[in-house]
């Protein structure tokens, strides 16, 4: 079979008052590819947050970078190619598509909403996930329960809602399809309906 070539790869994040060329120029590009580079891209060089992650690579055969990943999101990466002399660079912007999943937490109050969702989710969410469905369930009820006064040990809170993942293992909270809240003994529900003008 064909030798498979084998590739090098450096990281590197842009510093506070660099720009984008400093910094393409630091990883061993000449100033004019860093100018063709992001040329080839839709990038506008004065919102690029300081922190921002690039990562160049090539073959090692040799020290020439052929591709340039920029990493824009968690879902998404704007990679730009080494093309031949005569087309230059070439850039695509790669969405990394998230997973959606539905799912139905239940928590019981001892002492907050809080500590109910974050019991009840421990093992399906990240911490800041959790907190952003406590929120979501706390707007959903705002005007009917004040739940930093109102809620007692021993009521139940239960939400259907749509987890969405990246394979990197990122985690946020979709949409929140439904909530039920018990209260001695009797239970408030919620149920998600879009209205037309994008409400819900």
């Not at 730009?80 to 109050?109: C, K, Q």
């Not at 952003?132 to 009820?141: F, K, R, V």
């Not at 006064?149 to 990246?166: A, H, K, P, T, Y």
């Not at 946020?172 to 819900?200: C, F, P, W, Y």
């Amino acid at each position: 079979g064909e030798l498979l070539s084998r590739r090098w790869f450096q990281q590197d994040t842009l510093g506070r008052g660099e720009t984008l060329s400093e910094l393409l120029v630091r990883r061993g590009l000449s100033a004019s590819e860093a100018s063709d580079i992001l040329a080839a891209t839709t990038l506008d060089p004065r919102r690029i947050p300081a922190g921002l992650t690039i990562e160049v690579s090539g073959d090692t055969s040799t020290t020439q970078v052929q591709e340039v990943r920029f990493f824009l999101g968690v879902d998404r990466i704007l990679k730009v190619v080494r093309g031949d002399t005569t087309t230059g660079w070439r850039a695509t912007d790669e969405r990394i598509p998230w997973v959606t999943d539905t799912l139905l937490v239940r928590g019981v109050v001892n002492s907050s909403l809080y500590e109910a969702v974050e019991s009840g989710a421990a093992e399906l969410l990240p911490a800041k996930a959790r907190q952003e469905l406590a929120w979501s369930i706390a707007d959903i009820y705002e005007y009917r329960v004040d739940m930093s006064r109102e809620l007692q040990q021993g009521d139940e809170v239960r939400v259907l809602f749509e987890r969405q993942s990246l394979p990197s293992g990122v985690v946020k909270v979709g949409t929140v399809l439904a909530a039920g809240l018990q209260r001695a003994g009797s239970e408030v529900q919620a149920i998600r309906m879009d209205i037309d003008n994008g409400r819900s």
